[in-house]
């Protein structure tokens, strides 16, 4: 199982957007035979949402990032999942990691990243 990720920003509503992101991604999964998680939440459920990928014990955990204030969400995310399990790798696309690939893979929270579309 793959679990698949968009954080949104409460305070600029962006909740109430579909996240195309992940479903297109997602549903390019489904299609291969493998089972998805999408998960669509805002900046407040983070924690919560850490412990509840490590129950879903997925294979990997992607998170779609978008540069602003989205990056540092996907950052605590991320640093909160390899608190719990440092071996569940974490792959970032979007645009963020697709415009400074190798910025992100410095950091110890992020495995790999997918440039352009996903």
Known sequence: MIALVQINYSKDHSEVTLPLGILSVGSAIKRAGLEVKLINITEREISKTAEEIIKLKPEFVGISVMTG????????????????????????????????PEQCLHEDYIDFVVMGEG
């Not at 204030?69 to 999942?81: D, F, V």
């Not at 399990?85 to 415009?99: F, N």
């Open 69 to 100: 204030i989205q990056t540092r969400h996907s950052s605590e995310l991320s640093k909160k999942i390899k608190e719990i399990d440092r071996k569940l790798p974490i792959v970032w696309g979007g645009i963020h990691p697709s415009l400074l």
